[in-house]
Every structure is written in C-alpha cells, then in structure tokens.
C-alpha cells in the first residue's frame, strides 16, 4: 500500500467512526439499534430460549395468563404465545431478507449500470420503474399468491422485485451526481477501468443513502409480509406474526390480550428499522440537532432584542447627532452568526457609514468582507442564524432597529428597498410578472387591480422595458437575466423608495447587459433623487457611480470618504492594496452608456 | 400540453398492457389447475376437464390473452368463474366502496398532512421534534397494524364507531361518514407521515430561497408570503408524493377492507384469488391500473398548472 493509500485509508476509518459516534449521540438511535439487535437475537436463538413446540396444542390450558411456563400465556387453543413469536420472527425475518438482497442485489446493478452508462438502459430502466410503480402492490401479490400457492419465499421474491424500483431509483440518481464530478473524471483519465471506478469511488458515494433505504426496504416488507400472513394467504406452515395477528383479531372480543404480544413486536421491529434509518440520515447529512434550539429568534427578534438591552455604542450619538444631509445613518452596527460548526461568530464589527441624500454610497470590499450581511441589516432581511448584537440604523431620524415587525413592514413604504444580486432567484418562478409587480401595490399600497395595473406598467417604461404589457403576462423563466434585473429595479421602484440598496446588481448578468443596468440605474438616481446604496466588489463600478466609499475588510470599516478621496487619495494601506490589485492588469473600462435598445437587455 | 396528454395516454395503455399480460400469463403459467381450483377439490377429473373445456382453458394461453383483450377491447370483460356475475357488473358495484375509501383517504391525507407540515416547519423546536417523531413511526408501522390498534381501542373498548361494515352515502350519510371513519384514519397515518415531511422540508427550504426575502422587502405581510408564495411552490413536490401514496392505498385497502369487513374491491381480490377465479383478478388489476394512470396524469396537470416551470414530457 502507497503512504497516499494508507492515509486516505487511515482517514476513512476515522470518518467511519466518527459517524458511529455521532449516530449514537442522536438520542433515538442507540434504543432503536438495541431493540432491533434485541429482537434479532431472540428469533435467532427461538430454539434455544423456546424450548416449547409453538404447534403444540393443549385446550385445558387454553388462554392460560402468564406464568413461569408460559411467559406470555396461551392462546385460544392453549399454544405458548412466547415460543409462538419466538418462531414466528423466523420465517418474517428470513423473508425479509429475501426482499432486501433481491430488492439491492437488482436496483444496484441497474441503478449503477443506468446511472453510470445512461442512454437507452437508463430510459428502459425508467419505464420498468414506472411499470412497476403504478402497479397496485397488494393486487400483484395475490395474484402471485393464487400463481404460486402457499410459497412465502416466491410471494416475498415478487415483492422484492416490485420494490427495486425504489433502490434502483435511489442509487442511479446518486450515480447521476457524482458521475461528472472532477474526481471520478481524474480517475477515468488516469485510466482507471469502469468496473474499479464504479466500486471504489462510486459505490462509496451510494453507500450511506442506501444502508438507509435498505432500512425502509426491510421495514416495508415486515409490514407486507406480515399483511399477507394476516389475510391467511402467507406461508401456511408454522407460526407467523401477522398470523397470530389474524388468530387474536377473529377473538378480539373475546380475547383482546392475544393481539397485545404480535402488534407489539410487529410495531417494534417496523419503528426500530425506520427510527435508525432516519437518525442515519441526520447523522449523513449532518443536521446537527442542537443548532435547532438556537434557532428560535428570528431576524425579528434579533431586531427587537436591540430595541433596549444592548446600549448603542459611540459616545454622544444620539438621532440629533446625523447631520442633516444624512439620509440614512448606520452607527455601530454590529452583528453576530450563530452556526453549529462554528459557534458564536461577530461578523461585522462597530460599523458605522452614512449616505447622503440623493448621493450614492459604494460599498466595497472583498467577498466575504461582510458587505452583503450588512446589506442586509440595515434591510431588516438577515437570515436566522444573524443577529444584530449593537448599534443603530437611523433613517430620517427614526431607528429602525427599533420597530416592531408590523411597524417594520409598513417602513418599507417610503422606505429603504432591495435590489438583489441573482435576478432570476429572486422572482417567484410560479406568479407572471405581472403578479409580482403588482402584489406589493395592492397589498402594501393598497391600490386597486387596475391602478396597480398601470402603476406597473409605468414602472416597467420606467426602466426603458419596451412591451410592458406582454412583460407582466409573462413568467420568470420566460424572461432574459437582464430583463429579469429591469424588473426587480421596477419592483424596488414600486414601493417609492428614498433610499435603494442594491446588492452586486449586476455580477450575474452577462457583461454585455451589465453596462446598461448600470446607466439605468445612475439615471433612475439621478431622475428620482434617490440615494443609494451600491454594495460591489467592482472598484471600476464603484468609480463611475458613487459620490461616496467605503471601503470594508474584515468586518470593518477601514477607510470611508468621497469617491475622489477614498481612490486618489487612500489613506489606508489596505485601500492602496485593492486598487493596487485592480489596476494591475485590467483593460480599463468603457464609458457607462445606456443602450438605446434597453428593452432587450 | 396536447401532445403530454397523447403520449401520456400512449404510454398508460401499453402499461395496462404490459400489467394485464403480467398477470394474465402469471396466474396461469403456475401450474396450478384453475379448474380444479375453481371447483374445489372434491371434484372429479371428468369434472374438472368439463370445466377447463367450458371456461376454455384448454386452449393455448396467447389465444386466451388475446381473447379476453379483444373481450375488454368491446366492453366485454368476460363473466365470474365462480359467481353468476358478469366481471364488470362485480367490480363496479365494489369499486365504489373502494374508492369512497381511497378517495377520502388522499382528502383527509392531504388537508391533515398539509397543516402538519406548516406547522412543522414554522414552529422549529419541541412541536418540531414530536411531529417528526410521529412521522417517522407512522410510516414505520403497517397499516394494517394501525387498523387493528384503533379497532380494538375504538370500536371494541369505547365503541365509538362500528367495527365493521359499510354504509352506503346514498343511504345514510353520517352513517357512511361514521363507518369510515376508522379505515380512513388507518390508512391515511402512512400517507400524512410521508406528505407531511415533504410539505415541511419544502416550507423550510423555501423559505430560505432569495425570493422570498425579495417577497419580504417588498412589504408584503409574512402570512401572504406562507400561504400565497411558499404554499404554491411546495404543491407540486407534495403532490407527486400524495400520487404515490395513492397507489398505496389502494395496496393497503385490500387490507383494511379485510379488517373491517367492507365489500370493496380489495375484498374481492382476495376472495378471487383463492378461488383462481381469473377473470375478476385481470377485472380489478385493469381498474386499479387504470385508476393510477388517471391519477397520475391529473396529478401531473395539476403540479404544471400550479407551477408553470414544470415541463410536461
């Protein structure tokens, strides 16, 4: 073996059981493991720990309560309950087992041949699978039972076969998503066979998901099984669960107590297989459990925590204190995430900026600097796991930080509003256009369908879309990138803004359709007296719009001042550094023109 | 949307097809001899030859198939072997307490498993954790194990409502709401388990998506949003898992039916497949096929109307 051989091995045996630890910390999968195993144990050693026959009858003893002899008590004919379900797990388990190689022997062969190959296997393997997944279960199963006979094993083949679908489904899809990943492409140049790629690397990636698809399987077949002994069309030798189930229900006024020990070991071999699969799921996908409790306050919460408790930082900055031409004034915002890998982390540290009304402020900085994030506070939108730990943010003299959900929502008229960075994301790919642009007018604004109908379409001239009224009939996916981000600058529009905050507006777009989003965004400014807010990482954008930068590293605020200042005259070294990285080896930038065609943009 | 419907349609008769041949050739490939079984086993050889000629299972098995399609091909699906019945006559008087059943089943299953999943969703801590865990155990335990629990807790102890029968809606209407009320509720636990966690891990993952925080800033009321925009997303998801478990309802009505004595279609398979009383089986596969492949298409329709992204192929 390599030395790489031995490590990776080495850190595979360590993931392994790291997996086992975590399994065990989920508090329903160690009970869950146990009673399977427990159960496991007993039908296997029936013999042993049952000594007694489970056919032999003795009506004097008939329905006899527990005792030393017969731990559960007798049934109706006097047979021990205890040997009974002892026995009858044998024939249950076994042909479950039957169903579950049967089931993963076919849906892995087929799901890694179709997944890995595709073509025109992959498209028979998809009618076989839809074939059998329309196919009543139950109605296929009697009908084998009346082909076969009494032959539990022929009817539990059938059922494994009929339940393939699912594992072939399963593993072919995730074939599907690790075939064309970079390393199983490295590994196919470096002129590994299929058959070696198939079973070292891609069988690893279908392994979890199907250990636990297998728990399923076998669950299901329990329960199927156990139906079939249950209408008398099972095995018709010996004892079985669903059986017992049967005898109990025909004497169910009788002798309610005999269905008590089939429905209980019935009900706990089904729950254990499904409960431990889950929790192997979350353990797989590792949704840590106890991030959940944290995550009960909400971006609203966190909003109203800051209302009083936490005092805002600054000594004497008080609403007074913004100067007059300050539209909006953040002041010592702070800002923490709470994530379960990383604990408590403050991401924006003390920040304070202003923009000026009817300027433009540019935000910039590298990604992960924090610009979004802070973005996104002064917009009330920080997602869960965010809280604002300090500091306000003043809009025309009013905290926002300080309103109430209710309050906070009504803001928003007249307020602050968003334009996004992923046009496409960002619109509800089930409403028209029309739908969405509309929705805030009447709801928020509460105007009536047909004012709000010519509000929109006025919108949608106003950011130079040509046919608005063939634009708000059409849906998301019907419209260009561009086209999509003229429609979210329409809909920031619509709820009559003074300040917009717009976020890397133009990064997702095509380059050819950035300059024109630009120009409409500067003339929309211009126009309208808006103040904006421009977060980018585009220092040459940046220069063209803003009046005003400030310049984000880290989480804070290195340097902040007019756009002359902060680029000819940094002060910062950090500041010298980006522009220093820009300018290195970038074409310069054409002039922002808006194109006269803007509507196909 | 024309053209989905056509090949959607194409592809639904050749699995009917390729179902009825299955079966067809299946319970008569057994070897076992289907006049002997349908006569019972005190007959005589004369006898049970005399049949086979009557009921023409003397002939080779394609002509049978072939003859019987034809037979479905003209309304025609043949009569009982064992009662004096015409097939479709049989089924169709079962069917309808069958798909009372189902029918109300997948109603209750969706409205119940809908809410579950909201609240799931929207209330993340203990509420969370408890409808999870019950999810996970109603889709663990078998149906029929849930039917026999709430028979002997409901009808037996507290005799709250029948343990068997059925009552026709025509007849008695609370009478028909009261004698399914327990079969619905068994069947209908495995369904709102399954349907109720896709709801749920679709609000949450929904929820997360940039256009709703966009929807946010746009000032619109978070109840709007839920409702308006999440819901609607979250529909077509949903929907493809309640046609599933349609499919097993039906599975798990055979059941069901068995235990609470209704004379559905369920019932009837298992009576006809003990007897070998072929031409009621290929009676019931045919309508239970066919039901699945008219739900699925509805199904289908419905997820493209409700979310215009969704291609129909």
């Given at each position: 073996?390599?030395?790489t051989?031995?490590?990776?091995?080495?850190?595979?045996?360590?993931?392994?059981?790291?997996?086992?630890?975590?399994?065990?910390r989920?508090?329903?999968?160690?009970?869950a493991?146990?009673?399977?195993?427990a159960?496991?144990?007993?039908?296997a050693?029936?013999d042993?720990?049952?000594?007694?026959?489970?056919?032999?009858?003795?009506?004097?003893?008939?329905?006899?309560?527990?005792?030393?002899?017969?731990?559960?008590?007798?049934?109706?004919?006097?047979r021990?309950?205890?040997?009974?379900i002892?026995?009858?797990?044998?024939?249950?388990?076994?042909?479950?087992?039957l169903?579950?190689t049967?089931?993963?022997?076919?849906?892995?062969?087929?799901?890694?041949t179709?997944?890995?190959?595709?073509?025109?296997?992959?498209?028979a393997?998809?009618?076989?699978?839809?074939?059998?997944?329309?196919?009543?279960?139950?109605?296929?199963?009697?009908?084998?039972r009346?082909?076969?006979?009494?032959?539990?094993?022929?009817?539990?083949?059938?059922?494994?076969?009929?339940?393939?679908?699912?594992?072939y489904?399963?593993?072919?899809?995730?074939?599907r998503?690790?075939?064309?990943?970079?390393?199983?492409?490295?590994?196919?140049?470096?002129?590994?066979?299929?058959?070696?790629?198939?079973?070292?690397?891609?069988?690893?990636?279908?392994?979890?998901?199907?250990?636990?698809?297998?728990?399923?399987?076998?669950?299901?077949?329990?329960?199927?099984q156990?139906?079939?002994?249950?209408?008398?069309?099972?095995?018709?030798?010996?004892?079985?669960?669903?059986?017992?189930l049967?005898?109990?229900?025909?004497?169910?006024y009788?002798?309610?107590?005999?269905?008590?020990?089939?429905?209980?070991?019935?009900?706990?071999?089904?729950?254990s297989?499904?409960?431990?699969?889950?929790?192997?799921?979350?353990t797989?996908?590792?949704?840590?459990?106890?991030?959940?409790?944290?995550?009960?306050?909400?971006?609203?919460?966190?909003?109203?925590?800051?209302?009083?408790?936490?005092?805002?930082?600054?000594?004497?900055?008080?609403?007074?204190?913004?100067?007059?031409d300050?539209?909006?004034?953040?002041?010592?915002?702070?800002?923490?995430?709470?994530t379960?890998?990383?604990?408590i982390?403050?991401?924006?540290?003390?920040?304070s900026?202003?923009?000026?009304?009817?300027?433009?402020?540019?935000?910039?900085?590298?990604s992960?600097?924090?610009?979004?994030?802070l973005?996104?506070?002064?917009?009330?939108?920080?997602?869960?796991?965010?809280?604002?730990?300090?500091?306000?943010?003043?809009?025309?003299?009013?905290?926002?930080l300080?309103?109430?959900?209710?309050?906070?929502?009504?803001s928003?008229?007249?307020?602050?509003?968003?334009?996004?960075?992923?046009?496409?994301?960002?619109?509800?790919?089930?409403?028209?256009?029309?739908?969405?642009l509309?929705?805030?007018l009447?709801?928020?604004?509460?105007?009536?369908?047909?004012?709000?109908?010519?509000?929109?379409?006025?919108?949608?001239?106003?950011?130079?879309?040509v046919?608005?009224?063939?634009?708000m009939?059409?849906?998301?996916?019907?419209?260009?990138?561009?086209?999509?981000?003229?429609?979210?600058i329409?809909?920031?529009?619509?709820?009559?803004?003074k300040?917009?905050?717009?976020?890397?507006?133009?990064?997702?777009?095509?380059?050819?359709?950035?300059?024109?989003?630009?120009?409409?965004?500067?003339?929309?400014?211009?126009?309208?007296?808006?103040?904006?807010?421009?977060?980018?990482?585009d220092?040459?954008?940046?220069?063209?719009?803003?009046?005003?930068?400030?310049v984000?590293?880290?989480?804070r605020?290195?340097?902040?001042?007019?756009?002359?200042?902060?680029?000819?005259?940094p002060?910062?070294?950090?500041?010298?550094d980006?522009?220093?990285?820009?300018?290195?080896?970038?074409?310069?930038?054409?002039?922002?023109?808006?194109?006269?065609s803007g509507?196909?943009? | 949307?024309?053209?989905?419907?056509i090949?959607r349609?194409?592809?639904?008769?050749?699995?009917?097809?390729?179902?009825?041949?299955?079966?067809?050739?299946f319970?008569?490939a057994?070897?076992?001899?289907?006049?002997?079984?349908?006569?019972?086993?005190?007959?005589?050889l004369?006898?049970?030859?005399a049949?086979?000629?009557?009921?023409g299972?003397?002939?080779?098995?394609?002509?049978?198939?072939?003859?019987?399609?034809?037979?479905?091909?003209?309304?025609?699906?043949g009569?009982?072997?064992?009662?004096?019945?015409s097939?479709?006559?049989l089924?169709?008087?079962?069917?309808?307490?069958?798909?009372?059943?189902?029918?109300?089943?997948?109603l209750?299953?969706?409205?119940i498993?809908?809410v579950?999943?909201?609240?799931?969703?929207?209330n993340?801590?203990?509420?969370?954790?408890v409808?999870?865990?019950g999810?996970?155990?109603?889709?663990?335990?078998?149906?029929?194990?849930?039917?026999?629990?709430?028979?002997?807790?409901?009808?037996?102890?507290?005799?709250w409502?029948?343990?068997?029968?059925?009552v026709?809606?025509?007849?008695?209407?609370?009478?028909?709401?009261?004698s399914?009320?327990?079969?619905?509720?068994?069947?209908?636990v495995?369904?709102?388990?399954?349907?109720a966690?896709q709801?749920?891990s679709?609000?949450i993952?929904?929820?997360?998506?940039?256009?709703?925080?966009?929807?946010?800033?746009?000032g619109?009321?978070?109840?709007?949003?839920?409702?308006?925009h999440?819901?609607?997303?979250?529909?077509?998801?949903?929907?493809?898992?309640v046609?599933?478990?349609?499919?097993?309802?039906l599975?798990?009505a055979?059941?069901?039916?068995q235990?609470?004595?209704?004379?559905?279609?369920?019932?009837?398979?298992v009576?006809?497949t003990?007897?070998?009383d072929?031409?009621?089986?290929?009676?019931?596969?045919?309508?239970?096929v066919?039901?699945?492949?008219?739900?699925?298409?509805?199904v289908?329709?419905?997820?493209?109307?409700?979310?215009p992204?969704?291609?129909?192929r």
């Amino acid at each position: 073996m390599t030395l790489t051989g031995t490590i990776a091995y080495t850190i595979r045996a360590r993931r392994r059981s790291q997996t086992l630890a975590r399994l065990m910390r989920n508090p329903l999968a160690a009970p869950a493991l146990v009673t399977m195993a427990a159960i496991v144990l007993l039908v296997a050693l029936a013999d042993i720990l049952a000594p007694l026959d489970p056919d032999a009858t003795d009506l004097v003893n008939s329905l006899a309560a527990p005792s030393w002899q017969h731990p559960m008590g007798t049934d109706g004919i006097g047979r021990d309950i205890w040997s009974r379900i002892l026995h009858g797990g044998q024939i249950t388990l076994l042909g479950a087992l039957l169903v579950l190689t049967i089931a993963v022997v076919i849906g892995l062969t087929a799901g890694l041949t179709a997944g890995y190959y595709g073509k025109w296997l992959d498209a028979a393997a998809s009618w076989g699978t839809s074939l059998t997944l329309a196919l009543p279960v139950m109605i296929v199963l009697l009908a084998a039972r009346a082909a076969f006979g009494p032959n539990l094993f022929a009817i539990m083949g059938i059922f494994g076969l009929l339940i393939a679908p699912s594992v072939y489904l399963l593993v072919r899809n995730s074939v599907r998503g690790v075939r064309n990943e970079l390393y199983v492409d490295a590994a196919r140049v470096s002129g590994l066979s299929d058959a070696r790629i198939l079973s070292r690397h891609i069988l690893a990636a279908v392994r979890a998901p199907l250990i636990i698809q297998a728990m399923f399987v076998a669950s299901v077949a329990i329960g199927v099984q156990a139906a079939l002994d249950f209408l008398g069309l099972g095995t018709s030798t010996g004892p079985t669960w669903g059986g017992m189930l049967s005898e109990g229900f025909s004497q169910v006024y009788k002798a309610p107590q005999l269905l008590f020990w089939p429905a209980l070991i019935l009900g706990l071999m089904t729950a254990s297989l499904l409960v431990l699969g889950n929790a192997l799921r979350d353990t797989v996908e590792d949704r840590p459990r106890a991030a959940r409790r944290h995550r009960k306050g909400s971006a609203q919460d966190s909003v109203r925590s800051s209302d009083g408790g936490v005092p805002a930082s600054g000594p004497g900055s008080t609403p007074s204190s913004v100067p007059a031409d300050v539209l909006l004034a953040v002041d010592g915002v702070s800002l923490t995430y709470n994530t379960p890998r990383d604990g408590i982390r403050e991401i924006v540290h003390d920040v304070s900026l202003a923009v000026r009304r009817g300027k433009v402020l540019g935000l910039v900085g590298e990604s992960g600097s924090g610009k979004t994030q802070l973005a996104f506070s002064i917009l009330g939108l920080l997602p869960e796991p965010a809280r604002i730990t300090g500091g306000r943010v003043i809009l025309d003299g009013t905290d926002l930080l300080t309103l109430s959900p209710m309050q906070r929502r009504r803001s928003r008229i007249g307020g602050v509003a968003y334009i996004p960075q992923e046009p496409m994301a960002n619109l509800d790919p089930c409403f028209t256009i029309g739908d969405q642009l509309t929705e805030p007018l009447r709801v928020a604004r509460g105007m009536s369908r047909a004012e709000a109908k010519r509000t929109a379409e006025d919108l949608l001239s106003a950011v130079s879309i040509v046919d608005p009224e063939a634009t708000m009939r059409r849906y998301p996916h019907e419209i260009s990138g561009g086209m999509a981000q003229r429609v979210l600058i329409a809909a920031a529009l619509s709820l009559d803004p003074k300040l917009l905050i717009a976020d890397e507006p133009t990064t997702a777009l095509d380059v050819t359709v950035q300059s024109g989003v630009l120009a409409l965004l500067r003339r929309l400014q211009r126009e309208r007296g808006l103040a904006v807010l421009l977060v980018t990482h585009d220092l040459g954008v940046a220069a063209e719009l803003c009046d005003d930068i400030a310049v984000l590293r880290n989480g804070r605020i290195v340097e902040s001042g007019s756009v002359e200042d902060v680029f000819y005259r940094p002060s910062a070294e950090y500041t010298r550094d980006l522009l220093a990285s820009i300018f290195a080896d970038a074409p310069p930038r054409p002039d922002l023109i808006e194109p006269a065609s803007g509507g196909n943009a | 949307m024309v053209t989905f419907i056509i090949r959607r349609l194409i592809s639904g008769v050749l699995l009917l097809g390729a179902a009825t041949a299955s079966v067809f050739f299946f319970m008569h490939a057994s070897g076992t001899n289907v006049a002997r079984a349908v006569l019972g086993t005190n007959a005589s050889l004369e006898q049970v030859e005399a049949k086979a000629a009557e009921l023409g299972l003397d002939r080779p098995l394609i002509v049978q198939y072939v003859d019987w399609l034809t037979g479905v091909l003209t309304g025609d699906m043949g009569d009982s072997y064992t009662k004096s019945q015409s097939v479709s006559d049989l089924v169709l008087s079962r069917a309808s307490v069958t798909l009372s059943l189902v029918i109300v089943t997948v109603l209750v299953t969706t409205v119940i498993a809908v809410v579950v999943g909201m609240v799931s969703a929207r209330n993340r801590g203990w509420i969370d954790q408890v409808l999870q865990g019950g999810a996970v155990l109603g889709t663990a335990l078998p149906g029929f194990w849930i039917a026999l629990v709430l028979v002997t807790i409901f009808a037996v102890n507290l005799k709250w409502f029948p343990a068997t029968g059925y009552v026709a809606f025509a007849k008695d209407p609370a009478g028909w709401a009261m004698s399914l009320a327990l079969p619905v509720a068994a069947l209908a636990v495995a369904g709102v388990s399954g349907v109720a966690m896709q709801v749920r891990s679709a609000v949450i993952e929904l929820g997360q998506r940039e256009f709703v925080r966009t929807l946010v800033s746009h000032g619109l009321p978070p109840r709007r949003i839920l409702f308006r925009h999440i819901l609607r997303n979250a529909a077509s998801p949903a929907l493809v898992i309640v046609s599933l478990q349609f499919v097993g309802m039906l599975s798990g009505a055979v059941v069901v039916e068995q235990i609470f004595s209704m004379p559905g279609l369920g019932r009837l398979a298992v009576s006809s497949t003990t007897t070998s009383d072929i031409p009621v089986v290929m009676g019931i596969v045919t309508f239970m096929v066919t039901t699945v492949i008219i739900v699925n298409l509805v199904v289908d329709l419905l997820a493209a109307w409700l979310n215009p992204k969704v291609r129909l192929r």
